[in-house]
C-alpha cells in the first residue's frame, strides 16, 4: 500500500510561483510502476485533474495548466512534484496527488493553495 503526503501550498499574489511536493510512503516499487497526477478541488468545484506523469516522466497537463505548470518525479525519493508559474486566483484550490487512474491509493489531506488578485 502506498501513503501520500502533499506539501508546498501556501498564500502568493497573482504572478507568483510555487512548488508542491507529494511524497509517497510505503510501497515504493508500486510508486516507481504507477503513472501518477495531480488534483485540485475548488470549494464548490468536483475535483480535476491538473497533470500526469508516467513512470519515465512523460507529461501530459489540462489546458488551464498548459505553458504554466510543470509536473516531475523523482522515482528514488518516492516523491512527485508541480511547479507552478504564473499563478492566477482561480487556481485557488487544495491540491492533490494520486495515481492517475484506477485503483488509486488513499487520499492525502491536500496541500492549500491561495492566490491573491
Known amino acids: 500500500q502506498v501513503q501520500l503526503e502533499e506539501s508546498g501550498g501556501g498564500l502568493v499574489q497573482a504572478g507568483g510561483s510555487l512548488r508542491l511536493s507529494c511524497r509517497a510512503s510505503g510501497n515504493k516499487i508500486i510508486f516507481t510502476v504507477t503513472s501518477m497526477a495531480w488534483y485540485r478541488q475548488a470549494p464548490g468545484k468536483l475535483r480535476e485533474l491538473v497533470a500526469t506523469i508516467s513512470p519515465y516522466s512523460s507529461a501530459n497537463y489540462a489546458d488551464f495548466a498548459q505553458g504554466r505548470f510543470t509536473i516531475s518525479r523523482e522515482n528514488a525519493e518516492t516523491t512527485v512534484y508541480l511547479q507552478m508559474n504564473s499563478l492566477k486566483p482561480e487556481d485557488t484550490a487544495v491540491y492533490y496527488c494520486?495515481?492517475?487512474?484506477?485503483?488509486?491509493?488513499?487520499w492525502g489531506q491536500g496541500t492549500q493553495v491561495t492566490v491573491s488578485s
Open positions: 494520486n495515481s492517475d487512474s484506477p485503483p488509486r491509493y488513499s
